[in-house]
Structure formats: C-alpha cells, structure tokens
C-alpha cells in the first residue's frame, strides 16, 4: 500500500501544488498530477508555468510524446506511474482531485493538499476515510501552523 500525505490548510490548493511539485522536480524526483477536472488540471498547468517568475518546471500531458523524458506529467486519466528511470527516484502522486485516485497503491507516495475551503475539507475527510479502509499508511501534516 502507498503512503499518503495530506497537508491541511493550505491557503491555496493549486498554488501551494505548484511549490510542492518545484520541491521534488528539483529534489529528481519524478511527480504525475491527477485531476479527472480537466478544467482544474488546465488552471494547475497555466499556474505552474507563472506562480513565480523564476521557476521553470518543465511538465507535459502524460500522453504528450515528450512524456517519456519529462519529470513532471499531468493527467485527467486514472494515473499511472511512469516507467523507472535507470537510478530515479520512485514517482509519486499529486492528487488534485476530490476523490480518491484510482490506483493510487501504484506508487510510492500520494500527496493530498487540502485548503481551508468547506468542499475540500470535507472531500478530504472522506479521501481519509476510504484510503484508511484500503489500509494505506496515513499521515496528516498541518500547514497552518507553518509561517
């Protein structure tokens, strides 16, 4: 089973996506953004071309032909882990969904960022309930208290 992080309180879900994807794109680490809400997936990837004006992260549809050489891929599809790069690091899953992602035992790691709104929390409730009876290993990280 997956490990999955949720990160409460995040003033901002798609925003604070976007620097949790510049960490681990600059960590090498391979990351797939899954959304079946084609139009959050396209606000997500107009944000991470300018939620700051020296980041370059360079990401591309899943089945875009570039896919295959590019660390960061984003789907509307169920997701799927992208083939391992000789010595990379296992690719992890950014849901932006407000439902579980089908086959999220797939990989490594899922990470869910909620924000402070009523519908995210509560989707995010229910996300935590249905990954702990699939018996995922949970963890909750409040970004609230962090400045």
């Not at 949790?20 to 600059?26: A, D, I, S």
């Not at 896919?67 to 992208?82: F, G, M, R």
């Not at 296992?90 to 899922?110: H, K, M, S, T, Y």
């Amino acid at each position: 089973m997956a490990r999955i992080d949720f990160a409460f309180g995040a003033p901002d879900r798609l925003r604070m996506a976007c620097e949790v994807t510049r960490k681990h794109y600059l960590a090498g680490r391979d990351l797939v953004i899954y959304t079946q809400d084609k139009q959050r997936l396209a606000r997500f990837d107009r944000l991470l071309w300018g939620f700051d004006a020296t980041a370059f992260i360079p990401h591309v549809q899943a089945d875009d032909p570039l896919a295959a050489q590019t660390a960061v891929l984003l789907t509307s599809a169920p997701p799927v882990p992208p083939a391992g790069k000789g010595g990379q690091l296992q690719a992890w899953l950014i849901n932006l969904d407000l439902n579980c992602p089908p086959g999220a035992e797939r990989f490594e790691r899922v990470l869910e960022i909620v924000s402070n709104h009523d519908e995210d929390k509560q989707a995010a409730r229910e996300r935590w309930r249905q990954y702990k009876e699939a018996g995922h290993d949970l963890h909750a990280h409040d970004l609230s208290r962090k400045s």
